[in-house]
């Protein structure tokens, strides 16, 4: 067990909708990535915060957003779903604002139909 | 920004041989470099990481190796076992950046 946990596991939902995925770092760590793991793809840095505020961005589409809130969990939304976005979105957390090793979550498998 | 390059995509040894897995970034101001492993249908975990003011890191059967000159590194598997069969994301990053991760190299070891 990394510390991180995402919720929820799976999630299967229509194209058009609208879902959001949850993460909660380790206990202590500031910063937050998302990252996107499509079939036979990499990960896929998405956007990252670190204390609440937006540090960098990926390759993040218009139709995702992201935010960091004061008790440092964060929340990822997608919406106006298409097939091409069933994917394994993962969160990892790491302590500091240096290089440091980020701790990934079991991750939120998405499935649109 | 940062960009990760990872080569093979696959690769198949016999158990006991050696495997070489390697990449390239992009970015020279980039100083920390980890290896993550992922099993089937779970997260991806570090294995060994490196530093920019390291130029090589053992740890039991797992090295890595870099040249910052050439902007270059790379993980050496010794003596492998079925149980090493994964895949491999090797990524790159500088403090306050996020880690940029390789597309990843799937290594099957049969025994």
């Known amino acids: 067990d990394s510390g991180v946990t995402q919720t929820p596991k799976h999630l299967i939902t229509a194209t058009g909708q609208r879902v959001t995925l949850r993460c909660s770092p380790r206990?202590?760590?500031?910063?937050v990535y998302w990252y996107q793991q499509s079939l036979d793809q990499g990960l896929q840095f998405l956007i990252q915060?670190?204390?609440?505020?937006?540090?960098a961005k990926g390759n993040i589409l218009e139709r995702f957003s992201a935010q960091q809130f004061p008790d440092l969990h964060s929340e990822l939304n997608l919406s106006s779903l298409e097939l091409g976005d069933s994917a394994l979105y993962f969160c990892a957390s790491s302590v500091e604002w240096t290089s440091t090793e980020a701790f990934f979550g079991q991750g939120t498998r998405l499935t649109v139909v | 920004g940062e960009n990760v390059e990872q080569h093979p995509s696959t690769l198949s040894v016999q158990e006991g041989d050696s495997a070489v897995i390697k990449c390239t970034y992009s970015?020279?101001?980039?100083?920390?470099f980890p290896w993550y492993k992922q099993e089937l249908g779970k997260r991806p975990q570090l294995i060994i990481d490196?530093?920019?003011?390291?130029g090589e890191k053992k740890d039991q059967r797992i090295a890595v190796t870099l040249n910052k000159t050439a902007k270059h590194f790379s993980l050496h598997i010794t003596e492998t076992q079925p149980e090493d069969s994964a895949v491999y994301f090797c990524a790159a990053n500088q403090a306050g950046t996020a880690l940029i991760f390789g597309k990843g190299t799937t290594l099957s070891v049969s025994s």
């Open positions: 970015d020279s101001a980039s100083n920390y």
């Open positions: 206990s202590g760590d500031l910063s």
């Open positions: 915060y670190y204390n609440g505020e937006e540090r």
């Open positions: 490196i530093r920019s003011n390291v």
